[in-house]
């Protein structure tokens, strides 16, 4: 019941590291050392923190954030894992929409300093300060959306995905009139509203997926998310948008890249629609997952 303020900590990561990055002056060291020193760089210090992680972080019992200590349960096979979660529409749809919204999201973060830098004539340091600001925006999204799921799960479930689905209703058409908007100051304050609200979803989805799913195939369950996500979501939304700017003329027509990103605004449309399909049945779902004991069951809104 606590989990997604816990998931929303953990989705800030991403969010505060461009924080940091802009803060740090990562342009500044990007045009004096270019882009393969800085991602050398970068890497080098993911491989102290997964150093670091491996020696601190101790792995927990099975079963133990349900207080229930360490289970003997067998993981169920791989090829038990798929059918059993499409047997709960909540979970599929609270999928779908999370990797939905994961494209537009990605997108915004690879693209919107070239937008900045081509639509607005910012120069790349300027432009990264844009970058922050949405961040920012994000960083606060991701905190209210886990604040939200926790107090919504035991009281309101259907909340805990209602709410993201009214976010990114309202997010497409803050990008899509972000990326049209001829004035920089108004297209950044855009942006950096449909980042706040594009990122609420992550800890209640996250969280409402995890519960959905027992905890004897969690760890594989979870792993294929996030390789959806991956694919899809940071693999699929900066390539979406690269291409569809070069169909609308590439760097020799400035405002291609606006016109991609507002196509882009369409798919938070897409994931608002899942989250509420997500939403009518997350209360029932979740209940035939805590009658396995895995879980406990919120009372129905």
């Given at each position: 019941e606590r989990r997604g303020g816990v998931l929303a900590l953990a989705s800030m990561g991403a969010t505060v590291a461009a924080l940091a990055a802009g803060a740090f002056g990562s342009a500044g060291v990007l045009e004096a050392f270019g882009w393969r020193a800085f991602f050398i760089a970068a890497g080098a210090a993911g491989l102290v923190f997964a150093?670091?992680?491996?020696?601190?972080?101790?792995?927990?019992?099975?079963?133990?954030s349900e207080g229930r200590g360490a289970t003997t349960h067998a993981q169920v096979p791989a090829r038990e894992i798929l059918p059993e979660l499409l047997r709960r529409p909540?979970?599929?749809?609270?999928?779908?929409?999370?990797?939905?919204?994961?494209?537009?999201?990605?997108?915004?973060?690879?693209?919107?300093?070239?937008?900045?830098?081509?639509?607005?004539?910012?120069?790349?340091?300027?432009?990264?300060?844009?970058?922050?600001?949405?961040?920012?925006?994000?960083?606060?999204?991701?905190?209210?959306?886990?604040?939200?799921?926790?107090?919504?799960?035991?009281?309101?479930?259907?909340?805990?995905?209602?709410?993201?689905?009214?976010?990114?209703?309202?997010?497409?058409?803050?990008?899509?009139?972000?990326?049209?908007a001829r004035d920089a100051t108004f297209a950044i304050a855009l942006y950096s509203l449909a980042g706040l609200l594009a990122l609420v979803h992550s800890a209640p989805?996250?969280?409402?997926?995890?519960?959905?799913?027992?905890?004897?195939?969690?760890?594989?369950?979870?792993?294929?998310?996030?390789s959806l996500l991956t694919l899809f979501g940071m693999g699929g939304g900066p390539f979406i948008t690269g291409f569809l700017s070069d169909l609308f003329g590439g760097p020799a027509n400035p405002d291609s890249i606006g016109r991609a990103l507002g196509w882009v605004s369409l798919l938070f449309l897409w994931a608002g629609a899942h989250f509420f399909l997500a939403a009518r049945t997350f209360a029932r779902d979740l209940a035939s997952v805590s009658a396995l004991g895995a879980v406990p069951s919120p009372e129905l809104a």
């Open positions: 150093a670091a992680f491996a020696w601190i972080v101790k792995e927990p019992p099975r079963g133990w909540a979970l599929v749809h609270a999928l779908a929409g999370t990797v939905v919204n994961s494209i537009a999201v990605f997108a915004i973060a690879q693209w919107v300093v070239v937008f900045f830098e081509r639509v607005h004539g910012l120069s790349n340091a300027t432009a990264s300060a844009a970058l922050m600001w949405v961040a920012l925006a994000s960083t606060l999204g991701a905190v209210a959306g886990g604040v939200l799921a926790n107090r919504a799960w035991t009281t309101r479930p259907r909340w805990v995905l209602l709410a993201p689905a009214l976010c990114s209703a309202v997010a497409g058409p803050a990008l899509f009139f972000g990326a049209s989805a996250a969280a409402a997926m995890q519960g959905m799913i027992s905890d004897r195939m969690r760890s594989v369950a979870t792993g294929l998310i996030a």
